[in-house]
């Protein structure tokens, strides 16, 4: 991983976030915001939840995640979490993997090379009008 180009990326996340925080409050509050490029790419209920998305999204550690919050935590300033691989209590700069999780990783996945280009894809509920009914004769 490329810590420089992860600094970057929390950075302009956290810039982005703060901006667009006052309009994401009505409907996303104490939800977990995964964050790519400058913009929210999905919330969560959960923090583990949009740390798995955006691993299993982008390459390395590209991304940040924000709690939708009246008080937005910077990232760029290290913080007290729990590692949610390993599940140490950790004191790093940047929510995720610890240092130790981290160096595992990019020996096991370290030739991955996949790149994601839809960072505004959104799922989609995909909603089924008519169920069949069950007929009960
Ligand atoms: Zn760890």
Request: hydrophobic residues 35%; negative net charge; glycine residues 4%.
């Amino acid at each position: 991983m490329n810590s420089e180009a992860q600094a970057v990326e929390v950075d302009t996340n956290y810039d982005a976030f703060v901006r667009m925080l006052s309009s994401l409050l009505p409907e996303h509050r104490d939800r977990w915001a995964l964050m790519r490029h400058g913009e929210v790419v999905q919330t969560f209920d959960r923090v583990g939840q949009a740390f798995d998305e955006g691993r299993s999204r982008y390459r390395e550690d590209v991304f940040s995640i924000q709690e939708v919050t009246d008080e937005p935590i910077d990232l760029s300033e290290p913080i007290d979490f729990t590692c949610p691989r390993c599940r140490l209590e950790v004191h790093e700069q940047f929510y995720g993997p610890c240092t130790s999780c981290r160096t595992t990783l990019r020996a096991t996945v370290g030739s991955e090379a996949r790149e994601v280009h839809d960072v505004a894809y959104e799922p989609k509920m995909n909603v089924t009008p008519n169920a069949v009914a069950l007929k009960d004769d």
